[in-house]
């Protein structure tokens, strides 16, 4: 299967007195972002915790009355913080600088390409465009991506699909022009 993704994937950055025919190395800086879930998304974890506390608490009153809300209340807590984990970094280094997805992490001077996946086509390109051997963090409350094609021969990895608020800041972190700032 074919894939054009030439409208999204801008020229790699240089110095503007360098030739393009020879690399450089991206200028990489620092860049970090948790990708936490919606507040109103704890408002509503808590509100069903607390419906289904009251309905186990019509069945049994008595002693055991508040029993239901120490063990239920704590769910949605635990859970709304275990989806907010995901942390999207870069750190610069000796070595030309890291990303860092997760536990995940992908030298920079490994990046061939980088491109923005606005919300719009984000369907398509966890759709049927998809390469199964892509590494992928999607966050669905999260509307955009950034595309990482890779250039490591011995990576059978294709490319990142990467969910992020903020895709061209983290794309100018890792040393990449895009169209839109």
Same mark, same amino acid.
């Given at each position: 299967?074919?894939?054009?993704?030439?409208?999204?994937?801008?020229?790699?950055?240089?110095?503007?007195?360098?030739?393009?025919?020879?690399?450089?190395?991206?200028?990489?800086?620092?860049?970090?972002?948790?990708?936490?879930?919606?507040?109103?998304?704890?408002?509503? =974890? /808590?509100?069903?915790?607390?419906? *289904?506390? @009251? #309905? !186990?608490?019509? $069945? &049994?009153? %008595?002693?055991?009355?508040?029993?239901?809300?120490?063990?239920?209340?704590?769910?949605?807590?635990? =859970? /709304?913080?275990?989806?907010?984990? *995901?942390? @999207? #970094? !870069?750190?610069? $280094? &000796?070595? %030309?600088?890291?990303?860092?997805?997760?536990?995940?992490?992908?030298?920079?001077?490994?990046?061939?390409?980088?491109?923005?996946?606005?919300?719009?086509?984000?369907?398509?390109?966890? $759709?049927?465009?998809?390469?199964?051997?892509?590494?992928?963090?999607?966050?669905?409350?999260?509307?955009?991506?950034?595309?990482?094609?890779?250039?490591?021969?011995?990576?059978?990895?294709?490319?990142?699909?990467?969910?992020?608020?903020?895709?061209?800041?983290?794309?100018?972190?890792?040393?990449?022009?895009?169209?839109?700032?």
């Amino acid at each position: 299967m074919h894939r054009d993704y030439s409208g999204y994937v801008p020229a790699k950055p240089g110095p503007a007195n360098q030739p393009p025919s020879i690399p450089s190395a991206p200028e990489v800086r620092s860049y970090s972002e948790r990708l936490r879930v919606p507040l109103w998304w704890w408002g509503a =974890g /808590l509100a069903i915790a607390i419906l *289904l506390a @009251v #309905e !186990v608490n019509m $069945g &049994a009153p %008595g002693l055991v009355a508040w029993l239901p809300y120490v063990l239920l209340i704590p769910f949605p807590a635990w =859970g /709304l913080l275990w989806l907010s984990r *995901l942390q @999207v #970094e !870069v750190v610069p $280094g &000796a070595g %030309g600088g890291e990303l860092r997805v997760g536990r995940a992490h992908l030298p920079v001077e490994a990046i061939a390409r980088v491109a923005v996946v606005p919300a719009s086509a984000k369907s398509a390109a966890l $759709g049927r465009q998809l390469d199964p051997a892509a590494f992928v963090q999607n966050r669905t409350w999260i509307g955009p991506m950034l595309l990482i094609v890779l250039d490591d021969p011995e990576d059978p990895t294709p490319y990142w699909l990467v969910s992020t608020r903020h895709p061209h800041d983290l794309a100018a972190a890792l040393g990449w022009r895009t169209t839109a700032s």
